[in-house]
């Protein structure tokens, strides 16, 4: 690929937005999602197993305790939620059209009030998912490029070029 220059224009949606984001902390999610999984299924057959006992005497409002962790894990799962679905609605309302070119020293970003360079060096990885390319110039910062924004002819040689500066690190579907 000698020379090659790839322009990619786009004007991100709060949908990308959102979607990224979630991608983003699905980590979190799932971890938050596990651990109230695992505390609904325990607390369930704890109440259970003392219900069930033969000791009629047992107060109702020892489940209380029971059930606050449920109630803790719940609110932080759906707080990070709504967090990523507000900030990708808030963005999606300021976002400017952004122009991204790529060549062989690396690529620049630049939209209306702003432009950064960036050489291929500094780039830590690129992930392509189903929807989008990721591309991580830090460990847990990405630079999103969604997939509809390229026709075909477009993102094969956005690939090729991705796969020849970055080999292993550029993590690309077949």
Known sequence: MDNKIIKISTNLTSEDL????FRQIRTKIILLGSILFIFVIFS???????LLSKKNNFPITAIFPILIPIGIFSFALFSL??????????LGENIEQTEYVFNEQGFEVETASSSVKTLWS???KVEETKTDFLIFTQKNIAIPIPKHFLNDNELLEFKELLHEKLGKNARLKN
Request: glycine share 8%.
């Open 122 to 124: 500094r780039v830590l």
């Open 44 to 50: 369930a057959l704890g109440i259970t197993a003392i």
């Open 18 to 21: 959102k979607r990224i984001g």
């Open 81 to 90: 939620i709504w967090r990523v679905t507000k900030q990708a609605k808030s």
